[in-house]
């Protein structure tokens, strides 16, 4: 069974800083995807990350980026430089196996508070 | 790139009636939707598969019977809460797979729908 845990309810960042948000998985497949969504009050699921299980590199995408590890099985999301709409939930989520139909699991989500 | 739309945005419905939650790709065909259910300051609950053309795939816990899925067409899933109650009382959110030959397929999220149950 496949499980991703975000040990952090919420966090609290001043303005211009950097921060990272935890994430940690479980999975028996080789191949798997992770991925980091940011949701506003709004509701609307926003894409920020993506890091595939043979991907060598960290991925990066503006000022958000992936420090995977995994041997420990982690994937924690950095932010730097943070601005005050930033302040959201932040999903970590784990798609796993091969092909491009499989779902998608979410974990509990940390709320960022961005501060001035 | 790509667009899921989903309607309605919100509802309000009386006790025992039922609603339904549309979820459109609109530039490109999904064969796979999954529909997602998530209660206020909680995470997305997978809630079932929808695949075009054959039954849906429910995740445990989830009552067929009470959300029925339809996938009729490579654009459209629909989401019916049949006898709705105030526990029903969530938000929706659908998400479509657009899959290019060569790549993982990639996935779109709808806007999502909020659904009181009065």
């Known amino acids: 069974a496949q499980k991703i845990t975000q040990t952090q309810p919420g966090m609290f960042v001043q303005e211009k800083e950097a921060v990272t948000l935890d994430c940690t998985y479980d999975t028996s497949d080789q191949s798997y995807g992770l991925f980091w969504y940011k949701q506003p009050s709004s509701g609307e699921m926003i894409f920020l990350i993506y890091?595939?299980?043979?991907?060598?590199q960290n991925a990066t995408e503006g000022r958000y980026s992936l420090n995977f590890q995994k041997a420990r099985k982690s994937a924690n999301l950095v932010i730097s430089a943070s601005q005050l709409g930033d302040s959201a939930m932040y999903f970590c989520a784990m798609r796993g196996g091969v092909g491009g139909y499989n779902k998608l699991i979410f974990g509990a989500g940390t709320r960022l508070a961005v501060h001035p | 790139g790509a667009v899921v739309s989903q309607h309605p945005s919100w509802v309000i419905c009386k006790s025992g009636t039922s609603v339904k939650i549309e979820c459109r790709s609109l530039d490109f065909q999904a064969t796979t939707m999954f529909w997602y259910r998530q209660f206020p300051k909680q995470s997305l609950m997978l809630m079932a598969t929808s695949n075009e053309g054959s039954k849906a795939t429910y995740e445990q816990g989830v009552e067929k019977d009470k959300f029925l899925i339809n996938h009729a067409s490579l654009t459209l899933s629909t989401l019916t809460v049949t006898s709705a109650h105030p526990e029903d009382s969530s938000f929706y959110i659908c998400s479509a797979i657009q899959v290019t030959a060569g790549r993982a397929g990639e996935l779109f999220f709808g806007e999502g729908s909020r659904l009181t149950v009065l």
């Open positions: 890091q595939g299980s043979y991907d060598e």
